[in-house]
């Protein structure tokens, strides 16, 4: 019953999905998967906010395996560097929304 989703369908399911469960899991699960799971429309958000449990090296590895995300969403991590951040956004070439709320270590000047 589930091969007979569509792309869209999958895609749309997929973007519900944390990032490291879509490169851990979900792309294993088969070809059609991995292709979906792949899509730069599942990956136009990436999301932290949620996964408090994913390492630095984890988050890297994320934006080298799908570095054109528009956003980058990363309310309250603390636990990231500050040399993670500017490794993510040298890489992150497309990147349009940035969002760093509630971030204790960034500052704003004012």
């Keep these: 019953m589930i091969k007979h989703l569509s792309e869209e369908l999958l895609v749309k399911i997929f973007s519900f999905i944390s990032p490291l469960e879509l490169i851990d899991q ?3 699960v088969c070809k059609r998967w991995r292709k979906v799971s792949c899509d730069s429309k599942v990956w136009a958000t990436l999301d932290l906010y949620h996964h408090h449990n994913i390492r630095e090296s984890q988050v ?3 934006v080298r395996l799908h570095p ?3 956003r980058l969403i990363l309310r309250y991590r603390h636990d990231l560097s500050d040399r993670t951040f500017v490794w993510c956004f040298f890489h992150l070439k497309h990147l349009r929304t940035l969002d760093l709320s509630h971030c204790r270590q960034v500052r704003s000047k004012r």
Excluded: A, I, K, Q
């Design 26 to 28: 979900v792309g294993l």
């Design 60 to 62: 890297r590895r994320m």
């Design 68 to 70: 054109h995300p528009t």
